[in-house]
């Protein structure tokens, strides 16, 4: 058997759901980065354990669980909310963790938006490391996301997980993407100051988490990053066979690049004013009394 991790932030509208794909397992546990909606009171009238921590960045929440939270087994699960455990995935990951060859898995996500799995212009299969021992993995920061650093030879899965992307619907959407291109703008500036390219991953990667790291790095040095991202994953991925529910991903994600590269602008051209430069030194004094 394996423990099941399910991270959460205000995620009242899936949590449920998760929980009861995830109940497969006799162990579950949900690590909240104290959420202010219902998320917390859905997930108490399940038989789940519950732990609070205050979230810094993906990578450190995640390494933090991994340190600071118990399990009953030495394997572990890693769910997002809008994720779901299949009893297919389930099934496997019980026959994966006997064997002594790999200490982690990757499993590829099938990414679900309007109603309409985006095969194509997701890259699928893409893969997430989800299944491991606790002991052998841990992870760091890129962007607004995280990269599994692992102590030992990794595996791939054969079935896949759904990953509900948008569920909360397109304002929830644009305010996490809004959030996460500022992490995205600030890894931008450091790759083009202290990165580089892998040129052997990128065109003879041994599997598809280096050429895909490797084309990340890559991109971002590239003029007209938006419209190229556009036509990479509409054209030569193939995109407009998603129909309409393609055609939106595609321009949604080159949405997502043009506000990477403006606030990547705002870092290299914006200062922020200082306290003395936005008082005028003439200006009328203001005496505040404290009281008490």
Known sequence: MFSI????YNEEIDIAACIESAMLSDEIIIVDSFS???TIEIAQSYPVKIVQHKFESHGKQRTWMLNEIPTKYDWVYILEADERM???LFNECLEAI???EYIGYYVAERVLFMGTWIRRSTQYPRYQMRLFRKDKVWFSDYGHTEREVCEGPTGFLKEIYPHYTCSKGLSRWIEKHNRYSTDEADETVRQLETGSISWKNLFFGSSEVDRRRALKDFSLRLPLRPVIRFIYMYVFLRGFLD?????????????YEYLILIKVWEMKNMSVPS???ATDANSPKVEIEAQG
């Open 5 to 8: 991790y399910i991270l959460t």
């Open 36 to 38: 202010s909606d219902q």
């Open 86 to 88: 299949t009893p297919e």
């Open 98 to 100: 006997k064997s002594q």
């Open 243 to 255: 129909g309409q529910a393609g055609l939106a991903w595609c321009t949604l994600q080159a949405f």
């Open 275 to 277: 306290l003395t430069s």
